[in-house]
C-alpha cells in the first residue's frame, strides 16, 4: 500500500507514538485532575507536560492559554463561538474549509453576518478586498493557514496586522500547516489558534486543541465538571479548565506530545525539505503528463506537500477510485470539505485528486504512483 | 497500588482495548469517510461496527441515531442544548453532577429557566414535586441515572412516563450506570441518552456518546466538515453526521468496541454481582467502625458499586491522602463535581471519601483498604 493522504490524517503513526498511547493505559490510567493519588497527579502531569511541549512549539508563553480538544472542528466553533455575538460581523477567506465556513454561517441565524474575502489559488490575499470589506462591526477574520485543497500558504502575519489595526480579532486554522511550517500565534497577533493532533504533529485521531491569547475569555459552548471550583454553578474563567469540561483524551494527548517529540528529533524543516522534495519532483512529472491539469501555487512558490490535480474530461472520484483499487495507492478525491476553495478554482462540478505527503513517503512510491496516473490519463 | 476510583475512569482496562487501540494504529488510520481507499474504507467499517455494537449493547434500532463525542459531558451539552430555546424551562434533579447543572445554568443567560426538583440520598424521586414543577414551558428533564457520589439509581422509567405524559423530552446522563446496568432509551421514552466510554464500558478516557430518539433534530452547538453533504453551508440533518464534524476519535472508539465486548463475554450481571459482592461486604464492615458516616443507599437497596463516606469531625481530603500516599490506596475525596448531590446530604463543607469499584478488584484488596481505615479512624 502507499500512503498518499496525508493532508487527511498522517500515516502511519511513529513507533513512539503509538508506544505512549498505550503506555498510557497503563502508567497514567487514572483520571487527571481529579483525585489526590499517585497515578491520578502522574496523570495529570503528563497532561501538564505535553500543554508545555505543545507551547513550547508554537512559541506560546503559558501553556495553560492551550486546552485540549476533540479535533480543529471543535477548535474552531469553540473560538468563533467564543468572540462573536449577535449583530456582529466576521470575515473569512475564499479558501476556507466547512470547519470555518459552516459554524459562521449557523451563526446568521442568531443575528451574525459574514463576508468572504478573496484569496486566489496560489494563496495570495487580495488585502485591499479584506480592508474594504471590513465593516465597524467586524469583530472576527477567521481563516485557515494553508489551504488542504490547493496546498497554499497565506501570509497570516500580513493579516494579523491589519485585524490589529482595526482592532479585530483573529483566528486562524492551522489544520494544514501545524507541524509544517513555523507558526508563532503571540510573535504576530493572532487570538486563537486552531490545530489538529493528528496531521503534521503526527498524533492519534481524536485529539486538537485550541490557544486563546493570555486574558481573553470566550464565552463557551459547553460546559461542566472542571474539577475547578466545584461548588460554582458558572464555568470557571481560568484557562484551560474553561474550554475542558469531563474526562480529557489522556491516550490521545500522550500520543501527541509523542508526536510533537518524534518531529522535533528530525526537526520541522528536514520533514518539509523531504515532503518538497517528493512534491517537486510529482508535480513536475505530472506536468509532462499529457492532459493532467494541476491546481494551486506553482512548485517554485512556497507551498505544502499537497499536489491536486485532474485528467482533462474525467471525473477526479473516478480517478481516485482507480488509483486506490488498481494500485493500491491511497489518495483523496472529491471536494476535500472545501467547497469554497473549489468555488475559488472553479472545480465545483468534479473536485480534484488529492496527493499528500507525510514524512514516511519515499520517491519509489511517487515513481510508482506516476507510473500509474500515466496509464490511467491514457 | 489499589485502585478504588472506577467511577472516575475503570482502571486497568481489559487488555483487548489495549490491544484493539494499538492495532487501530496499524490497521485502521485512515481519516474514515473521507476516501474511496481500501483502509479509509475499512476505518470506516470499523467506525460503523463500534456504532452497531453499542447499539445493540443499549437496544438502540438504528445505530445511525449514536452520535461519538468527547466524552458524556459533550454529549450533555449538545443534548440539552439541541432541544432548549430561549423561554423554555427545564427540570433537573437534586443530585445532578456538574456536566448537567453548568450546561443548564448557562443557559439561563438567553432566557431559560430551570428548576431543581427532590431526589433524596437513596435515589428515591419526590414525584409529586416533580409534577408540581413542571410548566407549560417546560422542553426538558435532565437527570442523571445513577448518583457519582451516592451509588443509588434513580427510577427513569417513571421519570420517562411523566416526560412523555407531559410531552417533554427527557435526557439521561448515565455516565455511572452504562455498563453497570440495563439501560434501553428506546423502550422507556428517553430521547437523549449521554454515556461515557471510559468508565463501566471499559473504553479509553476521550470517547463517549450520545443516543438521539429517531427524528428528533437537534439544533448543533459545533458545525463543520462531515464528508457528506460538502457543498452545503448548511450541516446536514443526516444522523450521526450532523453531530460528528470533522475527524472522528479512531483509536478511541476501536478501544470502546473492545470494551463492550469484554463486557459482554464477562456479562454486565456478573460484573455487577462480583462488584456488588465487594461493596456489600465493604459496607457492612465500615458500618461496624466507630465515626464511620456512612452516605447513599442501605445495602440491601439497589446500588452501584460506589461506597462513600466520612470519619466524624475529619475533612474528607486529609484521607483520601492518607489512604493514597501511606497505603497505595487510590479513591476520591471531595466534591466529585456535583455539588447539588453534596447539598443533598448536607457535605458541601467537606465533600466525602468515594470507594468505587471495578470488575478486577478483589477481596482483599478491600481488607487492605478497612484496616487502613480502621488505623485512619482511631
Redesign the interface.
Known sequence: ?I?F?NA??T???PPE??ES??RS??DY???PG???????MDTSRLIYNTRETIASFFKISDCNNIAF??????S??IGI?GVVRPGDHILYSSLE???V???I??LEKSGVTSDCFQVDAEGKVDFADLERKIKPNTKLIACLHGSNVLGCVLDIAAIGEIARKHQIYFLVDCAQTAGALPIAPEEIGVDLLAF?G?KGLYG?????GLYVREGLILT????????SN??????PEMMPDRLE????????IA?LGAGIRFLETIGMEEILRHEQQLTKYLYEELAQIPNIILYGPHICQERLPVVSFNIAGRDS?EI??T???DY????????????LAHKTIDT?NRGVVRISFGIYNQPWEVEKCLDAIKIIAK
Open positions: 500500500m500512503y493522504d487527511a490524517t500515516w502511519p503513526k507514538v503509538i498511547v498505550c493505559f497503563l490510567g487514572a483520571n481529579r483525585g489526590a493519588y499517585k497515578m491520578a480538544t476533540r479535533n480543529t472542528t471543535e474552531v466553533n463561538k474549509h466547512n470547519a465556513w459552516r459554524p454561517k449557523s489538529p493528528h492519534p485521531m481524536g485529539i486538537g463557551t459552548i459547553q460546559e461542566g465538571g472542571t474539577g466545584s461548588l460554582e454553578a458558572a464555568q469540561s469531563g474526562t480529557v483524551n489522556t491516550p490521545g500520543g472520484n481516485g477510485w488509483l486506490g483499487k493500491d495507492i491511497c489518495v483523496r478525491a472529491g471536494y476535500h470539505c472545501a467547497p465545483l
